[in-house]
T-cell receptor, first 114, second 111 residues
Framework: DTGVSQDPRHKITKRGQNVTFRCDPISEHNRLYWYRQTLGQGPEFLTY????????KSRLLSDRFSAERPKGSFSTLEIQRTEQGDSAMYLC????????????FGPGTRLTVT | SQQGEEDPQALSIQEGENATMNCSYK?????LQWYRQNSGRGLVHLIL?????REKHSGRLRVTLDTSKKSSSLLITASRAADTASYFC???????????FGQGTRLTINP
């Protein structure tokens, strides 16, 4: 257990529905990252926050995706009008700036779009 | 797009043997990290090596980094069945905050 938690762990939804995932980082960490991982591949970066500011977004993050980190604590990732291609593991990670000790990942949320 | 490539893509060895995995990357980096992922689970941080370091040890793990060749290796000594997992290297390029992962090495330890 790294201290990063994600909820839910599994989500099955029908195409066209909206879904929202939550990530709670390690409490003292000021950076929070979202990645997506498809079967047999390494994780791919989606976006990251420093405190409450969203500082970078990948081109993978289409306009159907939105992420927030109100008050610089937990974060949510919402996918609107889900498509079958959104089926993947969504991973959250957190880190503390300046420590150089790396990013710590949560257990992930596995999304299946039917 | 993936920056790194792990080699081999799959490795199967007997318990007690050593396992070596290699990673190559493309750009200058701040540091390189190795992660383990059990099937269907999240990533577990194993070790971080900075760009000015050449070798690092942690328990049965030994990591080397050659920035001139843009490559790293992870050695797991005296492997155990519980080491069966996928192993990923991840780099953060200078000036960037995100990690860029390779496709991973699937390691199987046979009892």
């Amino acid at each position: 257990d790294t201290g990063v938690s994600q909820d839910p762990r599994h989500k099955i939804t029908k195409r066209g529905q909206n879904v929202t995932f939550r990530c709670d980082p390690i409490s003292e960490h000021n950076r929070l990252y979202w990645y997506r991982q498809t079967l047999g591949q390494g994780p791919e970066f989606l976006t990251y926050f420093q405190n409450e500011a969203q500082l970078e977004k990948s081109r993978l993050l289409s306009d159907r995706f939105s992420a927030e980190r109100p008050k610089g604590s937990f974060s949510t990732l919402e996918i609107q009008r889900t498509e079958q291609g959104d089926s993947a593991m969504y991973l959250c990670a957190s880190s503390l700036v300046g420590t150089g000790v790396g990013q710590y990942f949560g257990p992930g949320t596995r999304l299946t779009v039917t | 797009s993936q920056q790194g490539e792990e080699d081999p893509q799959a490795l199967s060895i007997q318990e007690g043997e050593n396992a070596t995995m290699n990673c190559s990357y493309k750009t200058s980096i701040n540091n390189l990290q190795w992660y383990r992922q059990n099937s269907g689970r999240g990533l577990v941080h194993l070790i971080l090596i900075r760009s000015n370091e050449r070798e690092k040890h942690s328990g049965r793990l030994r990591v080397t980094l050659d920035t001139s060749k843009k490559s790293s290796s992870l050695l797991i000594t005296a492997s155990r069945a519980a080491d069966t997992a996928s192993y990923f290297c991840a780099t953060d390029a200078r000036g960037a905050q995100k990690l860029v992962f390779g496709q991973g090495t699937r390691l199987t330890i046979n009892p």
